[in-house]
């Protein structure tokens, strides 16, 4: 049988973060079991995406869910949803929509590269600032749904996230939530949706560990289903971002595992091992190694910040992440500045944290 090594590809030691780079996330055994049960049968897809998604809804307190391909899928079909709650003769129209309820709204301080998909069907972005007279203001005829990018414990914006549900809801406008990687905490599966938000989308790859490309669109049942005509097995825009028989029977055991996960020993974990980088990278001459919280998501678990003296080490950091990422076996830690780079205990497998704090003691040796 081929594997990564026969083909040149080196498996390496995740310290960086659930980085779809890098693989997303490992899947566990039940995970992993779900997918190779699936695989062994013909089924009829809509039925199980129908009855798998019910389950989800279930698990997660929502009135209904979706499978998709990832998050990003997610928020292309939330979007193209939420226009056809306004304008149902789309349907096969897309990304040719308007000339009414062909806007969404998002955010400046929240742009980022993935808001592309609301693009890709065919909206418009108008862009304001992120305060209520602004989204006040911006609301019109055209305006199909507001998104929310949401970045976790530390995000600070002029308007709430319960502000702009409460200003779109008097527009009878949907509030779609980009909650990609915004697991952990788990209640965050129906956080966003009980505060109001009409669909939130996760991540199946990132830390609920499911399979690398599955995503959740969670939600409202009226936008969800509107969606089913034109996703897979059915044609139009939803039909290129299939999902299989496997992907939505592993993303259902993930999220089964994930909601009966010990999240506190769990965290406990994280904390053991920054405790356990720290200690022994901070006394190192030229280093400071301190505990950071939350994580570059905004998660609520910590990480390592691993500061460097260049002119003591002799290296910089950008050196340092290729000196891990060159070495036996091969470590990705997390870039950050010229001087600092992260070790994230997040998706290291018990037992990896040694192997981590060793490589750093190595190459952290003054010369
Ligand atoms: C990872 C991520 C996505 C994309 O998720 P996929 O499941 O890889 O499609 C979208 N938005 C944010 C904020 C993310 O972090």
């Known amino acids: 049988m081929t594997d990564y090594q026969s083909l040149g590809v080196r498996p390496l030691i995740n310290a960086c973060a659930t980085m779809t780079k890098f693989g997303g996330s490992l899947m566990p055994p039940e995970v992993i079991a779900a997918m190779n049960?699936?695989?062994?049968?013909?089924?009829?897809?809509?039925?199980?995406?129908?009855?798998?998604?019910?389950?989800?809804?279930?698990?997660?307190?929502?009135?209904?869910?979706?499978?998709?391909?990832?998050?990003?899928?997610?928020?292309?079909?939330?979007?193209?949803?939420?226009?056809?709650?306004?304008?149902?003769?789309?349907l096969k129209r897309f990304p040719e929509i308007g000339p009414y309820k062909d806007e969404a709204i998002v955010f400046r301080s929240q742009r980022n590269p993935y808001d592309y998909a609301i693009h890709q069907t065919g909206l418009k972005y108008s862009e304001i600032e992120a305060a209520p007279a602004a989204l006040?203001?911006?609301?019109?005829?055209?305006?199909?749904?507001?998104?929310?990018?949401?970045?976790?414990?530390?995000?600070?914006?002029?308007?709430?996230?319960?502000?702009?549900?409460?200003?779109?809801?008097?527009?009878?406008?949907?509030?779609?939530?980009?909650?990609?990687?915004?697991?952990?905490?788990?209640?965050?599966?129906?956080?966003?949706?009980?505060?109001?938000?009409?669909?939130?989308?996760?991540s199946g790859g990132k830390d609920l560990r499911g399979p690398q490309s599955s995503g959740l669109m969670l939600g409202r049942r009226d936008l969800i289903d509107s969606i089913r005509p034109i996703s897979n097995p059915n044609h139009g825009l939803g039909r290129p971002m299939k999902v299989g028989k496997e992907e939505m029977m592993g993303v259902l055991a993930a999220v089964e595992r994930y909601i009966n996960l010990d999240h506190a020993a769990r965290e406990e974990y994280c904390e053991e091992t920054v405790q356990l980088f720290c200690a022994a990278l901070d006394p190192l001459p030229g280093v400071c190694a301190e505990r950071a919280f939350p994580n570059e998501a905004g998660q609520p678990l910590p990480r390592c910040r691993v500061t460097i003296d260049t002119s003591v080490i002799g290296k910089s950091a950008d050196d340092l992440v290729e000196a891990f990422l060159a070495q036996e076996p091969a470590i990705a830690v997390a870039p950050d500045s010229d001087s600092s780079f992260y070790l994230n205990p997040m998706t290291l497998n018990q037992g990896e944290e040694r192997i981590v704090r060793d490589a750093c003691l190595q190459l952290l040796r003054v010369p």
Do not use: C
């Open 37 to 90: 049960e699936a695989a062994t049968a013909f089924v009829d897809l809509q039925r199980l995406q129908r009855r798998a998604g019910e389950r989800i809804a279930e698990l997660t307190r929502n009135e209904a869910a979706y499978i998709t391909s990832g998050a990003a899928a997610g928020i292309m079909l939330a979007s193209a949803a939420a226009v056809l709650s306004k304008q149902p003769d789309a």
């Open 136 to 202: 006040r203001a911006a609301i019109s005829e055209r305006t199909a749904s507001v998104f929310w990018f949401a970045r976790g414990v530390d995000s600070v914006d002029e308007i709430s996230l319960e502000a702009a549900i409460a200003i779109a809801a008097e527009h009878h406008i949907p509030v779609i939530v980009d909650a990609a990687a915004q697991l952990p905490p788990v209640d965050n599966l129906w956080r966003f949706t009980e505060m109001g938000a009409a669909l939130a989308l996760f």
